[in-house]
C-alpha cells in the first residue's frame, strides 16, 4: 500500500515561508503528477500546483510568483516552497499523486493534510 506523508506546515507572520514537503513511501509504484492543493474553512478544494515526472508545472493563477514546487523522482518526494504567504494562503495543504502499481492498478492518492496558517 502506497502512502503519502506531509510535513512542513505550520504558523507564519505574512510575508513569511514556508516549505512543505510529502514523501510517497511503498512497494512497486511510480507516480507521474503529484501537486498540492489546500482547503480553506467553509470553501473548495482548490489546486495550488503540480509537477509531472519530467518537471512540467502548473500554479493557480493565486500564487504564481510566490510558491515553486520541485521533485525529487529518486525520494518520490514533492516539495512546495511558499514565499510571500498572505492571510488568504491559509488552509489545510493536501498532497496528491497520480500512483501507477501495475498496468491494471492506477489511483489518485491524498496525503492526510497539513495545517497552514498566515497571521497579519
Known amino acids: 500500500q502506497v502512502q503519502l506523508v506531509e510535513s512542513g506546515g505550520g504558523l507564519v507572520q505574512a510575508g513569511g515561508s514556508l516549505r512543505l514537503s510529502c514523501a510517497a513511501s511503498?512497494?512497486?509504484?511510480?507516480?507521474?503528477?503529484m501537486g498540492w492543493y489546500r482547503q480553506a474553512p467553509g470553501k473548495e478544494r482548490e489546486l495550488v500546483a503540480q509537477?509531472?515526472?519530467?518537471?512540467?508545472?502548473n500554479y493557480a493563477d493565486s500564487v504564481k510568483g510566490r510558491f515553486t514546487i520541485s521533485r525529487d523522482n529518486a525520494k518520490n518526494t514533492v516539495y512546495l516552497q511558499m514565499n510571500s504567504l498572505k492571510p488568504e494562503d491559509t488552509a489545510v495543504y493536501y498532497c496528491?499523486?497520480?500512483?501507477?502499481?501495475?498496468?491494471?492498478?492506477?489511483?489518485?492518492?491524498w496525503g492526510q493534510g497539513t495545517q497552514v496558517t498566515v497571521s497579519s
Open positions: 511503498g512497494r512497486r509504484f511510480s507516480i507521474n503528477r
Open positions: 496528491n499523486a497520480d500512483v501507477t502499481e501495475t498496468i491494471f492498478r492506477s489511483y489518485d492518492l
Open positions: 509537477i509531472t515526472s519530467s518537471g512540467s508545472t
